[in-house]
């Protein structure tokens, strides 16, 4: 408990320093950019860090939470000194800030509160429960801190990249928990936000549309969902936003930082998930094609490898390992017949989309899962989609025949662009529809398409944002010009229209994110409203502290950085000891007594689940190898596996109830050879079986 404790001060040193680090280079390399900005660098910086560091020590086989800690402390101590010895350079201030910037930056500091509230609340203080959480990718990385590498075939999805993964690996790999899991998504929630205040303002949009955008785009049911879980859409929808948003900047001013940035971003996509692959497609193209349009042929060659290079240094690996574990980058999905194994275990793969479907009810389900999962902006940009692109193309185009504003024109066709082709790579990606053939239920449930829909409907609000900002702009022109000739009442009525349209787009804002806040936020409306005085005490203070003499805020801060450090020790010893009391007597209740009954065994076995979500079998210490197979499709494969893996127990299923059925026939596989597989214990949900010596030697009987 105390050992977390103290791992957990040395982990915040390091990660702080991780940040601080990056956030000096980035003040270096965009002197001009404001903090807004500089915050998206400093997150891709230090992400690209993150993955660096895993893929070296994973490579080398020494793969370890207090290797990545050493390997950490000693880049971010490497970079503060180099950076500290060419303190000289002169720095570029930025612009002076003004009112409204001052309070949009209290806005979004409101929101960083409520993100943390909800790591905290839903997070933190809670087990995981989420599917794909226990499933995929806890399990994914606590096989990668038992074999030292990021090649762990003991688990079912050993295939899957994992650069968002890796986040978590750095949160849980030097404690002996993983209780700081939930902290996962909130550097991809950070960047979806100020990608997309980037891309919109890029595009022409005033300030308050821009930041309207990126609250909207954060303010949806998926992202606050996924900021106490580790699931990675959030992840693919910020990196694509992001990725779209550097290619803008370097189109625009050509500037080789933003074409690095560009790079660093596709190849942190890339490597996040099979089905990224298609967004960072669409953005390595528009990349080379817009490189192709502004300098010529030359420039197009060398942007298209140097984005070639962030692909490969940041997202190949996990192409480059399956391709040669398994014959292909996409394992299971191969390019023949005899080793497609996708096409075995999914035959109705291709039903499973949106443009295979071929369902009556697939289209009006969709649009019923966006409003119900993402919310009435969404709704409404959505809506607005093919009317604000038609804007986007028309006047993007007549800004590129103007000397003065072609760089603006060119990101408007660019994100214009992006909008159908991104829905094309939605239409095409698999599960958005059903799981089950036949049933439509993802479609029924709502989250699943809603969460594969962020890239494209991301998209639609930058748009929509950038047509509304016109919209204003225009009527705020007509109204101010040539007043002399116009009525006063002419005047004031466009200038109230105006005003009334960004207050309008404002309250859909606050509303999606108040409905979306409370739907996730479990908490009654006393613990909310003590909350809401909280948070309001604490910018009252911040604002007072900002009032003293220089050398009270001193005293202040440092009284405040060690209450803070202990606060931290302290909080990190509960956790650790809440987890580790507590993890099997919860999980007991999912698992019908299961975990407990293997937790008894008195060593830490080898241990097969044919089970889909397996995460609690592994123990609260990571002391149990529990190994899930991926496919089973009949005895001789098990057999197989349990060699393979020299497994000593295997608990499976009673009933394999659901719908992938992977190990249907499993426990009839185990009752058909009792001289090699042993029952001792069972329940209405889980067989516990021990393997005998002789699995070693003797066949499966056939069937």
Not at 617 to 630: K, N, Q
Request: proline share 4%; hydrophobic share 50%; glycine share 6%.
């Amino acid at each position: 408990m105390w050992f977390d404790a103290l791992i957990g001060l040395v982990w915040l040193f390091v990660t702080a320093g991780l940040v601080g680090a990056a956030w000096l280079w980035v003040k270096e390399l965009f002197p001009h950019d404001n903090p807004f900005a500089r915050t998206m660098h400093t997150v891709v910086l230090v992400w690209a860090a993150v993955v660096g560091m895993s893929i070296s020590l994973g490579t080398l086989g020494i793969l370890s939470g207090w290797f990545l800690l050493s390997v950490g402390a000693l880049l971010s101590l490497t970079a503060i000194v180099i950076h500290w010895r060419r303190r000289g350079i002169p720095q570029v201030a930025c612009e002076p800030r003004t009112m409204a910037a001052s309070a949009w930056t209290w806005v979004w500091l409101s929101l960083l509160a409520f993100a943390l509230v909800q790591v905290t609340f839903n997070g933190l203080t809670r087990f995981p429960m989420d599917w794909d959480t226990l499933t995929y990718h806890l399990p994914l990385v606590v096989q990668w801190l038992r074999v030292g590498s990021l090649y762990a075939p003991a688990d079912a999805f050993w295939y899957n990249p994992g650069n968002n993964e890796l986040w978590t690996l750095w949160q849980v790999a030097p404690f002996s928990g993983d209780f700081l899991h939930s902290f996962t998504n909130l550097p991809a929630t950070i960047l979806l936000a100020c990608a997309a205040v980037e891309l919109t303002q890029s595009s022409g949009a005033s300030r308050a549309f821009a930041n309207l955008a990126g609250v909207a785009v954060v303010s949806v049911w998926p992202v606050f969902r996924q900021l106490a879980t580790t699931e990675n859409d959030v992840a693919v929808a910020a990196l694509f936003v992001a990725s779209l948003a550097y290619i803008v900047r370097h189109l625009q001013g050509g500037q080789v930082m933003d074409l690095v940035w560009a790079c660093a971003s596709l190849g942190l996509l890339v490597g996040t998930k099979y089905y990224a692959l298609g967004y960072a497609a669409l953005a390595g193209g528009v990349l080379v094609g817009g490189a192709f349009f502004r300098r010529g042929l030359s420039a197009c060659v060398h942007t298209g490898l140097a984005a070639l290079v962030g692909c490969v240094l940041l997202g190949g690996y996990w192409y480059a390992r399956n391709f040669l574990v398994a014959g292909s980058p996409t394992f299971p999905k191969s390019f023949t017949a005899d080793t497609d194994l996708w096409a075995m275990m999914r035959p109705e793969s291709w039903g499973s989309t949106l443009f295979g479907s071929g369902q009556v009810d697939v289209w009006p389900l969709a649009f019923e899962a966006v409003r119900a999962m993402l919310g009435i902006c969404h709704v409404a940009a959505l809506t607005a989609a093919p009317v604000s692109v038609l804007f986007l193309l028309i006047t993007g185009y007549r800004l590129l025949r103007s000397a003065t504003a072609q760089s603006v024109g060119l990101s408007r066709i660019v994100v214009a662009f992006c909008v159908p082709v991104s829905f094309l790579v939605l239409g095409f990606t698999p599960n958005v529809v059903e799981v089950q053939p036949g049933t439509m239920d993802m479609l029924y449930r709502g989250y699943l398409p809603a969460r594969f829909s962020l890239c494209f409907l991301s998209l639609c609000v930058v748009v929509s944002a950038v047509a509304f900002s016109d919209l204003v702009r225009t009527i705020g022109h007509r109204s101010s010009g040539d007043t002399e000739r116009k009525s006063w009442f002419a005047v004031a009525s466009r200038k109230y229209v105006s005003i009334a349209v960004i207050a309008l787009v404002a309250a859909l804002c606050g509303w999606q994110l108040y409905n979306n806040w409370l739907r996730t936020l479990r908490t009654d409306a006393a613990d909310r409203l003590l909350l809401a005085v909280d948070l309001l005490l604490v910018a009252l203070l911040i604002q007072l502290v900002r009032e003293l003499s220089v050398r009270l805020k001193a005293v202040l801060m440092s009284g405040a950085v060690l209450a803070l450090l202990l606060g931290i020790a302290v909080g990190t010893a509960h956790l650790s000891s809440h987890w580790h009391e507590r993890f099997a007597v919860h999980y007991s209740r999912m698992y019908s007594n299961s975990v407990l009954q293997i937790a008894d065994k008195g060593h830490a076995p080898k241990l097969c689940v044919c089970d889909y979500r397996y995460y609690p079998f592994f123990g609260s210490r990571r002391d149990t190898w529990a190994h899930r197979p991926l496919w089973l499709p009949d005895a001789e494969a098990l057999y197989d596996y349990l060699r393979r893996h020299s497994i000593e127990l295997i608990v499976t299923l009673q009933a394999d109830t659901y719908v992938q059925r992977r190990y249907v026939n499993v426990r009839q596989w185990l009752d058909d050879d009792p001289a090699l597989f042993s029952l001792d214990w069972e329940d209405g949900k889980h067989a516990l079986f021990r393997v005998n010596s002789g699995i070693w030697q003797r066949k499966p009987h056939s069937n």
